[in-house]
């Protein structure tokens, strides 16, 4: 028969050993909530500091890839954007495309570069998330409208329209 003391240590140790492994379970519970809590925090501030640079119209739009109207995705090795400021817009990006007209073909015009201080500018909330700004430039030969799709998340696409050009989209991400 085993003495008192020994069954009273064996129950004991039991209720120690399930004590930590409760408090193993809520610690890693805690930790979990308090992590998505973090992130949850993170992304409403991108999101309303988003927000606050589209609807006060001073950001810039990093492409990576463009994607002609004909032909495939094009990996773009430099740096090329779409800066959005209060009074002007300002493009510096590639073209891949058809033209329809005969245009004086001058290598330092080839793209979409232009600056504009005369413009429209439309922002549409997604319902999803996110925001649609249409930009109609109206002192820019050739060229009838940027619109620029961006996530919540600043991720955002480019299309292009022009007059006497294919379509162009672009893809890439709002910088900070």
Aim: net charge positive; proline share 5%.
């Amino acid at each position: 028969m085993e003495s008192p003391l020994v069954i009273h240590h064996s129950c004991i140790m039991k209720t120690m050993k399930n004590l930590f492994i409760l408090l193993l379970i809520v610690g890693a519970g805690i930790s979990a909530a308090s992590a998505q809590n973090s992130r949850n925090d993170k992304k409403a501030v991108k999101i309303t500091a988003i927000k606050n640079d589209v609807d006060g119209k001073h950001y810039t739009f990093s492409a990576n890839t463009a994607t002609p109207l004909r032909g495939s995705t094009i990996q773009l090795t430099s740096e090329y954007d779409l800066r959005i400021t209060p009074d002007s817009v300002i493009s510096f990006l590639p073209y891949y495309g058809r033209a329809y007209m005969d245009v004086p073909y001058n290598p330092t015009d080839g793209g979409v570069k232009f600056s504009s201080t005369k413009f429209d500018y439309k922002v549409s909330q997604k319902k999803k998330g996110g925001w649609e700004i249409t930009i109609n430039p109206k002192d820019v030969k050739n060229l009838e409208r940027l619109v620029l799709n961006i996530s919540s998340d600043g991720y955002a696409s480019l299309s292009v329209t022009s007059t006497n050009r294919d379509p162009i989209s672009f893809y890439g991400y709002l910088k900070e």
